[in-house]
């Protein structure tokens, strides 16, 4: 989900395992907890399933009438990590979109993993040992930006680069998540208002050496993190019909990343699967030099829209590369099981799916974020992802 359609969000405290978990639909008190390189070619097990969507960041958005959050809370003396079994690894599944800790009624932005780390760190961390203890093993960290004042979860990247507090927020929480056990993180690009392309008149090409330079800049952290780890150079910005600068800065973006990093250790441009416009599109980006995994997000229908978007790739000559399915429902067994039965039936693997934190029957006024922090993996994980 692009962060420009997020907007209001309303809550109920659900506690699980011990673990604040706000949906929303109610007023709720705050919360009291008790307490690299490259990924190299996937582990040998097949993950089924997938589903779609992003996030992102509202323009606007009403301060909030209650206090925030606690920002130190104490977590449990011990923290759950999986035991190693005999015999060979287990599967490596995937896990959920991290971008939020908190939800004050439907409002989500003072409470971003990257600029609000160090408001809440021990809660970010707990938050992160109890995914893990759930099952989860993968996660995807947007980073929303703009040029211009930073706004809520959507940081300034005037220069091609953050400020120093968020760096280093970023550098700490990619910590936390190598010492929670996480076995990859995917980071996705959202530049957002005039950094996006998909809102271009004319070609920018001062934002786009911007967003460039933050690329490389990120890029940085995340290696200097020693966690295996994907890069999505634009969340769900695949070009759809008619996006003719969108081809320009993504093929242009694409041959600059390339030639410096090489094609293992990105998706490309990730697709919103129920944007029909862009899976028709995505070779007019790569050509013959694809990423060695496509990302799609998708929302309902999960059967048709997986094979559907399968049969377009290999119309476009892309018939071996895996999938991953980067955002889909809420730990939802109907988006799961369609998207076992898609991927038997294409024969398309997927890789993994790490979910989005919105219910498929979540309130319409919290239409992009529901639910904070997106602990329950069940559904996906016992469906094999």
């Not at 978990?21 to 040998?44: I, N, W």
């Amino acid at each position: 989900m692009r962060i420009g359609r997020i907007l209001s969000l309303v809550t109920v405290l659900v506690v699980t395992v011990a673990v604040p978990v706000v949906r929303a639909g109610a007023d709720q008190a705050l919360p009291e907890p008790g307490v690299a390189a490259p990924l190299p070619a996937d582990p040998t097990t097949t993950a089924a399933g997938a589903t779609s969507s992003a996030a992102a960041a509202p323009t606007t958005s009403p301060t909030p009438s209650t206090p925030a959050p606690p920002t130190d809370p104490v977590p449990p003396t011990t923290t759950p990590s999986p035991t190693a079994e005999p015999g060979p690894p287990p599967p490596v599944a995937g896990g959920s979109n991290y971008d939020f800790y908190y939800l004050n009624g439907c409002y989500r932005e003072p409470y971003n993993v990257i600029n609000g780390f160090a408001k809440a760190p021990d809660l970010i961390k707990y938050q992160l040992g109890r995914m893990r203890a759930a099952g989860q093993d993968r996660l995807t960290i947007g980073v929303f930006h703009q040029h211009g004042a930073e706004s809520g979860a959507v940081m300034d990247s005037t220069g091609g680069t953050l400020s120093e507090a968020d760096l280093r927020n970023f550098a700490d929480l990619l910590a936390a998540v190598k010492a929670a056990g996480f076995a990859e993180v995917t980071v996705a690009f959202n530049p957002i208002f005039a950094n996006s392309p998909s809102g271009w008149r004319s070609w920018q090409q001062s934002l786009y050496d911007e967003n460039w330079q933050l690329v490389q800049k990120v890029h940085d952290v995340v290696t200097a993190a020693n966690l295996p780890y994907r890069i999505d150079l634009g969340n769900e910005l695949t070009p759809s019909t008619g996006q003719s600068l969108v081809v320009r800065y993504d093929q242009q973006l694409w041959k600059a990343y390339t030639a410096k990093y090489g094609r293992t250790d990105t998706v490309g441009f990730s697709v919103n699967s129920n944007d029909p416009g862009q899976i028709p599109n995505v070779a007019k980006v790569y050509g013959s030099t694809p990423p060695p995994v496509f990302d799609i997000h998708v929302y309902g229908d999960e059967y048709n829209q997986f094979v559907g978007d399968d049969q377009q790739l290999r119309r476009q000559g892309y018939t071996t590369q895996p999938v991953i399915i980067g955002e889909s429902y809420y730990n939802d067994p109907a988006a799961a099981d369609g998207f076992a039965r898609g991927s038997k039936d294409s024969g398309r693997r997927i890789l993994y799916l790490t979910q989005w934190p919105k219910t498929r029957a979540n309130a319409p006024q919290c239409d992009q974020v529901d639910v904070a922090p997106p602990l329950d993996f069940s559904a996906y994980r016992s469906a094999g992802f």
